[in-house]
C-alpha cells in the first residue's frame, strides 16, 4: 500500500512500552509485521502476554511476538519491572474471547534477524527498548544492515542530565542506552540511518494529571480505558524516584505518524561504554551522524494521542 510503512516493533514491556504499541495498533500508515519483547524494563513472560493480548483486543492476532533472552550489563530496577505483572491483570486485558497474538517460533534475536532478512523491502525498526536484539543481528547477520530503512529509537541524553540513579554511576545515561552500551554503539557504529529520541525532547511531555483524566470521557471503549488506566499507573513516579514519567516511547512512536511536530537537529554522537559514565551518549565530531529530534510542541502531543486512542 502506498504511503505505508512496514515496521518491526522492540519494546522492553514498560507501561510506555505498551502504550506506544497501542499507538501503532492504531496507524493506518503503520503496516506491523512483528514485535520483539526486551527482557529489560519487564519480566519477561507477563510482558509477552500483555504484547499478545493488546493486539489480540486491536484485531492484530496474526502480528507475531518474540521473547527476548540476552541480558543486558545492568539490570533495570526490579520495582520498575514488576509493572508487567500488574498490566497482565488488568480486567480490560482478560475479557472473555481470544485475545492473545501469534507466538513467534525463535527467540527475538534471532527471530528479528529472520524478519528482517525475509521483508520484500527495507523495515523501520522502532526500538522504544535497548538496541540488543538489533546489535546482534548486525554482528551475526550483516545483510540486514540493507533490510533497515530506518531505525527509530527512544534513548540517549545529550545536554540533560541522564535519568540513571545507581551506586557507581555519575547519573549522565538514559536507560535504554545504560542497560547495553555496547548495542547502542554497535548500531551507531553500523550504516542503517538512526532517527533519535533522547530525553532532551522526552522530557518535554511530561504524563499530567489533566491528560491522563482526559481518557476518562471516552470510558467503555477497550483501547481508550487501556491507555486512561496505563496512563494513571505511572502515578507516584516522580514521589518514589525524583524523576517524573514521561512520553518517552509514545512521543517516539508519535514520529511514524506525526513527524511534523518535531524539530530535528544532525548529530554525530556515540556512546561511552565503560566507567562511570557508561551509556552515557555524547557530541563528538568522529562520530556517527544521528538524526536527532530537539524540541516538539507539547499541547500537539497531547491532543494527537487523545485523539488516535479514542478515536
Known sequence: MSGVRAVIHDHDGGLDDILALLLLTRYDNVALRGVAVTPADCLPVPAVSVTRKVLGMTGLTGVPVATGELPGRNPFPLEWRIDALRMDALPVLNRPGPLAGEPAGLPAHRQLAAWLLAAEAPVTVLATGPMTNLAWCLDRCPEVESKIAEVVFMGGALDVPGNVDQPGHDGSAEWNIYWDPDAAQRV????????????????????????????????????????????????????????????????????????????????????????????????????????????????????????????
Open 188 to 311: 551507531f557504529d553500523s550504516g542503517v540511518p538512526v532517527t533519535m529520541f533522547p530525553l532532551d525532547v522526552t522530557d518535554l511531555v511530561p504524563i499530567t494529571g489533566e491528560f491522563a483524566r482526559a481518557f476518562g470521557g471516552h470510558y467503555g471503549d477497550p483501547v481508550s480505558d487501556l491507555a486512561g488506566t496505563l496512563l494513571a499507573m505511572t502515578f507516584g513516579t516522580l514521589e518514589t524516584t525524583g524523576m517524573p514519567y514521561c512520553g518517552w516511547d509514545t512521543l517516539t512512536t508519535s514520529y511514524l505518524a506525526a513527524p511534523g511536530m518535531f524539530e530535528f537537529e544532525t548529530v554525530r554522537c556515540r556512546v561511552i561504554t565503560t566507567g562511570h559514565g557508561q551509556g552515557r551518549t555524547v557530541r563528538d565530531d568522529t562520530g556517527r551522524p544521528v538524526k536527532c529530534a530537539r524540541t516538539v510542541d507539547p499541547d500537539h502531543f497531547y491532543k494527537h494521542c487523545l485523539a488516535v486512542l479514542t478515536g
